[in-house]
Nanobody, 124 residues
Framework: QVQLVESGGGSVQAGGSLTLSCAASGYTYRRGLMGWFRQAPGKEREGVAAIYTGTGSTYYADSVKGRFTISRESARNTLYLQMNSLKPEDTAMYYC????WGGGPLVAGTYNYWGQGTQVTVSS
């Protein structure tokens, strides 16, 4: 059984940084796909960043390119999202996700495992 547990959210001022972590248990796909999504109140869930665990290929939403970095530590089976130069519009609940079959890296429907989310709030 796959379980994803996020941590690291919080409140920060614009321009600040946060690092989100996702501890993944039971997810053992060598060629898997993991990602970060976010959802702000009243908005649809959007893909932020994704990584293929086998190749290390990464994908980012245009809105976060150059500011966010996704990485994975295979030994700890942990996914990270380093977020720099945060903006108020980055405020959202952030979710970790994992896929059994791959597909569009930033498409929510690609993923069949989800964490409970961690809140990120950026104040101006």
């Amino acid at each position: 059984q796959v379980q994803l547990v996020e941590s690291g959210g919080g409140s920060v001022q614009a321009g600040g940084s946060l690092t989100l972590s996702c501890a993944a248990s039971g997810y053992t796909y060598r060629r898997g796909l993991m990602g970060w999504f976010r959802q702000a109140p009243g908005k649809e869930r959007e893909g932020v960043a994704a990584i293929y665990t086998g190749t290390g290929s990464t994908y980012y939403a245009d809105s976060v390119k150059g500011r966010f970095t996704i990485s994975r530590e295979s030994a700890r089976n942990t996914l990270y999202l380093q977020m720099n130069s945060l903006k108020p519009e980055d405020t959202a609940m952030y979710y970790c996700a994992a896929s059994s079959w791959g597909g569009g890296p930033l498409v929510a429907g690609t993923y069949n495992y989800w964490g409970q989310g961690t809140q990120v709030t950026v104040s101006s």
